[in-house]
Every structure is written in C-alpha cells, then in structure tokens.
Nanobody
Framework: QVQLVESGGGLMQAGGSLRLSCAAS????????MGWFRQAPGKEREFVAA????????YYANSVKGRFTISRDKAENTVCLQMNSLKPEDTAVYYC???????????????WGQGTQVTVSS
C-alpha cells in the first residue's frame, strides 16, 4: 500500500513558476514508477509527466515538454514537478500517482494522491 500526499499548488500569474511535491509513504518507494496527472474543470484527467524508479528515465506530455521537469529523491521518498513558464491552460488539479515497476509509465497507475490545485491567471 502506498499513500501519496501532494503539496505546493497555488495561484500564479502566467509566465511564473511553481514546484509541486509528492510525499510517498511506501518503504519500497524506489520500486515504483511515479507520475503526475492533471484534470481541468470539465475535462478528463490527462498525463503530464512520469519518471522511472531509478530516476534515469523521464517522459513528458507534449503540452509541457520543455517547461516542466519531474524528479525524485529516494532518500526523502518524494517526487517533484517543477513547472516553469506557466500558462492559463495549465490550470488544473494535479495528482501524483505510483505504479510498481521499473519503467516509465503513462497509464495503469495503482495509487493516487488527493490532488493539489494549480491556478494560472492571465
């Protein structure tokens, strides 16, 4: 069982930056691939970024590539999403997710956090 708790959301002007963090409870955190997803009002949840259990591989949605960076700290059991050059269309609830395995995953996540709101004003 993995419990995930996101933090770091908030209100930011377009062009600004935010850093989201996700704290994981699992003792075997390093055995999980991690991902970030988001859901805007009236839209389906969409993939944002993912990182392998080693941290050596990452994958991004085209909409955030070059602006967002995913990273993980095994010692602290955290995964972060650095969001730069924010746009109003980045406004959404952002969710952290975990999937057991060594690879980078876009789908099939098992554990989810409760989400954190990110609002970008124009």
């Amino acid at each position: 069982q993995v419990q995930l708790v996101e933090s770091g959301g908030g209100l930011m002007q377009a062009g600004g930056s935010l850093r989201l963090s996700c704290a994981a409870s699992a003792r075997t955190f390093s055995a999980y691939g991690m991902g970030w997803f988001r859901q805007a009002p009236g839209k389906e949840r969409e993939f944002v970024a993912a990182i392998s259990w080693s941290g050596g591989s990452t994958y991004y949605a085209n909409s955030v590539k070059g602006r967002f960076t995913i990273s993980r700290d095994k010692a602290e059991n955290t995964v972060c999403l650095q969001m730069n050059s924010l746009k109003p269309e980045d406004t959404a609830v952002y969710y952290c997710a975990a999937k057991y395995g060594a690879l980078v995953y876009r789908t099939g996540y098992t554990y989810w956090g409760q989400g954190t709101q990110v609002t970008v004003s124009s």
